[in-house]
Nanobody
């Protein structure tokens, strides 16, 4: 059984920083994507950042470029999201997810991901 365990999150003021981590267990994949998505109340789930197993390539949504950094450890099936210069619009539940098919063109599509964490709340207040 695949498990994604997330940690981090919490409440910060505008301009603050938080770090999220996620570890996948229960199955090993030869190729995969691991990613962070977020969902704010009343909004659709959106891509934030992704990690590709092959070469450790990373991808970021335009809205977080220059502020967020994703890193990954292929051997440990772990990704982390360092979030700096947080804004109120970053407030959301953040989800870790795994796509075991690793189709690059679908990296940013939540429907492509088979496994999801329980989510962790990030709240940025002004």
């Amino acid at each position: 059984q695949v498990q994604l365990v997330e940690s981090g999150g919490g409440s910060v003021q505008v301009g603050g920083s938080l770090r999220l981590s996620c570890t996948a267990s229960g199955r090993s994949w030869n190729r995969y994507h691991m990613a962070w998505f977020r969902q704010a109340p009343g909004k659709e789930r959106e891509f934030v950042a992704g990690f590709r197993w092959n070469g450790g390539y990373t991808y970021l949504a335009d809205s977080v470029k220059g502020r967020f950094t994703i890193s990954g450890d292929n051997a440990k099936k772990t990704i982390s999201l360092q979030m700096n210069s947080l804004k109120p619009e970053d407030t959301a539940v953040y989800f870790c997810a795994v796509d075991p098919n690793a189709i690059l063109s679908s990296l940013r599509l939540p429907g492509q991901y088979d496994y999801w964490g329980q989510g962790t709340q990030v709240t940025v207040s002004s």
